[in-house]
């Protein structure tokens, strides 16, 4: 029978290196992030990291991976109203900025091109699906529902952390959160909505 004190410990631990290790890819990237740093954070050693998670990469896959589960259940799309879906996008990226510079990093390093992540491992099928019933229904303008949905995405990233314009944060004012919303919501009703 195994001890559930030790099965909580080692929940515990796992949970903190994740965490930690979250913030620390988030900063440095896949190539700049020390083990050393996480483990020391994390109160714990390099063997039960490797235990847990086989290598720095398995350690990033796991956490990216979480990261794309977060924002789709999080953040779920209603594809009849894109425009709202892209406002909760860009409200989530102002809760978690670390999601959005994880999936950078994971596009600089890992996958200059093409989707990405791995076909095997996309989450966007029930998007895809929702988006194409929107265009069969007449609410969401025609064309192939990937396109739709990365315009809409794009929109909704206009401020995000990971802007070559401007990286919008939590700590700005409400009432620029609120005209960046309206200007956001306005546009994708715009650019993909039909009514």
């Known amino acids: 029978m195994v001890d559930q004190s030790l099965t909580a410990r080692g929940a515990a631990t796992r949970d903190r290196i994740v965490e930690v290790a979250t913030r ?3 900063e440095h990237g896949i190539a700049g992030a020390r ?3 996480i483990v020391d954070a994390a109160r714990t050693n390099k063997a039960q990291l490797y235990a847990y998670f086989g290598s720095k990469e ?3 896959d796991a956490i990216f991976s979480g990261s ?3 924002i789709v259940n999080v953040v779920p799309i209603d594809a009849t109203d894109l425009a709202d879906w892209a406002v909760r996008l860009y409200d989530e990226y102002l809760r978690r900025p670390d999601l959005i510079r ?3 990093w994971a596009r600089l390093e890992r996958r200059p091109a093409g989707h990405l992540v791995e076909d095997a491992d996309r989450l966007d099928d029930h998007k895809l699906n929702a988006i194409a019933e929107a265009q069969a229904a007449g609410t969401v303008r025609p064309g192939d529902p990937f396109d739709v949905m990365a ?3 794009a929109m909704s990233m206009a401020w995000s952390p990971v802007s070559n314009v401007y990286a919008a944060t939590a700590e700005e004012p409400p009432e620029l959160h609120g005209r960046r919303r309206d200007l956001l919501r306005e546009s994708v009703r715009s650019a993909v909505m039909t009514r």
């Open 24 to 26: 620390e890819f988030a």
């Open 35 to 37: 083990i050393e740093r």
């Open 58 to 60: 398995g350690l990033f």
């Open 68 to 70: 794309l589960e977060r």
């Open 102 to 104: 994880l999936a950078t």
């Open 151 to 153: 315009m809409v995405i």
